[in-house]
């Protein structure tokens, strides 16, 4: 697979705490170039991205972000927020403990509450499969689907692991058709990339492709 194919399906990230306006800046620069599917950043910095690289490519951000535990009424204030200052994808966190106290009704609704903020625009649901047993993420795959969600996600990168291969084959083994799959955290090479979008994996989160092409080092998310 061509780095360029690669590169289409990458929302480049940076959601380092240290973040700083020319840390963003410089992937947004890189992003551009390589044309990846969006950059991903911290929400404080959307308007400036957005009004820094317009309509050249999309600004995705989180929300809930990395633990998930807001309320709902909080993440729609975030969402909302977002996207007044130019969001044009949402990606979520779920609460967890939601999930282990086996609420999923609740965390359906939640789901359908920000989807309904995000309309047409885009909402991925981070389930942080390294936290979940398998009937977890299974469920999780059915709520999400239900909810009417665009993309389930794996990862927030900020817990104990990220993507793997096995996720997202049971990812594809349970989600609707109406949900895509993005893999995030620790992905590492472009081999582990191409192994990913053949698995059937739409988008992959991560700071490393764009080094990677660049034949830097490629520490990080």
């Not at 965390?107 to 009937?135: M, Q, S, Y």
């Not at 469920?139 to 990862?155: E, F, H, L």
């Amino acid at each position: 697979m061509e780095i360029k194919e690669i590169m289409r399906h990458v929302d480049h990230t940076l959601l380092s705490q240290t973040a700083t306006w020319e840390d963003i800046k410089r992937i947004c620069d890189e992003a551009m170039e390589y044309h990846t599917a969006s950059v991903c950043i911290p929400p404080s910095y959307v308007k400036q991205a957005k009004e820094y690289v317009r309509t050249k490519m999309a600004v995705c951000t989180v929300i809930g972000f990395p633990n998930g535990y807001m309320t709902t009424k909080a993440k729609e204030f975030e969402t909302r927020d977002a996207l007044e200052n130019g969001a044009d994808e949402i990606d979520m966190v779920i609460n967890i403990g939601w999930v282990k106290d086996g609420l999923y009704d609740q965390a359906e609704e939640e789901i359908r509450r920000l989807k309904a903020v995000c309309g047409d625009k885009i909402l991925k649901v981070i389930i942080e499969t390294c936290l979940l047993t398998e009937e977890e993420k299974i469920r999780m795959c059915q709520v999400v689907t239900a909810a009417g969600a665009d993309y389930i996600k794996t990862s927030t990168g900020f817990s104990k692991a990220g993507a793997t291969f096995a996720d997202i084959e049971l990812f594809a083994a349970h989600i609707g058709k109406n949900v895509k799959m993005k893999a995030a955290g620790g992905i590492s090479t472009m081999d582990d990339a191409e192994q990913f979008l053949k698995l059937g994996a739409d988008r992959l989160g991560t700071s490393r492709m764009v080094k990677l092409a660049k034949n830097e080092s490629a520490s990080g998310y």
